[in-house]
């Protein structure tokens, strides 16, 4: 977000000193002006120690296979829900990924990703493929690959990252975002 306007604020500071060159106004308003300094956040990753008991944690509430693949690929949120079981190539151990799913107007909405280097065909291990082939023995006839534990249909993004937040405090962790 505050790259997106450093950006905007340097186009516009640019089109200004446009204007100027192009004598449609004076002189550039905006010249002298400095951008905000941006802050750059630490990254927090899950403690070493703490995978153990987040998958375990994962796993008691049936929901094992997202969090492994999550852990093991670095997937968005909206990636990893939005995937099908037709993205699965068993054989290559890859993970095509095409699309996402956002919650827009309070919709659930598939669509590409926003950045177009985001579609990506991803390796994933052989224990991986191993708990995903398991994990499509539970709801053979369903296409998503981690349908709604409440719904059976697409599982929605808010409602994972809430799962995410759970079981971060069941097993004493100190709050982490889902993407880091």
């Known amino acids: 977000m505050k790259i997106q306007m450093a950006a905007d604020m340097l186009r516009c500071k640019n089109c200004l000193e446009q204007a100027a060159a192009e004598r449609l106004i004076l002189a550039n308003p905006a010249r002298g002006c400095k951008f905000p300094k941006m802050e750059k956040r630490e990254m927090k ?3 070493e120690e703490k995978i153990r008991p987040y998958l375990m944690e994962a796993d ?10 999550e852990l093991t690929t670095g997937l968005r949120r909206g990636e990893l829900l939005a995937l099908l079981w037709t993205d699965l190539d068993v054989e290559n151990r890859t993970i ?7 919650r827009t107007k309070g ?13 990506r065909v991803l390796p994933v291990s052989q224990q991986a493929v191993d708990l995903l082939v ?6 053979p006839g369903n296409s998503y690959m ?3 534990p409440k719904t059976g249909g697409m599982f929605d993004p808010d409602s994972f990252r809430h799962t995410h937040e759970k079981i971060l ?12």
Not at 96 to 102: A, E, G, L, M
Not at 107 to 119: A, D
Request: aromatic share 8%; net charge positive; no cysteine.
């Open 134 to 139: 398991e994990e499509h023995r539970k709801h």
């Open 60 to 69: 008691k509430r049936g929901l094992l296979a997202p969090f492994y693949l």
């Open 146 to 148: 981690f349908p709604s």
């Open 96 to 102: 095509s990924i095409t699309k996402q799913v956002t």
């Open 107 to 119: 919709e659930l909405v598939v669509s590409q990703p926003k950045i177009h280097n985001s579609i």
């Open 169 to 180: 405090k069941a097993i004493g962790a100190e709050h982490i975002r889902f993407h880091e």
């Open 45 to 47: 990753v899950l403690p």
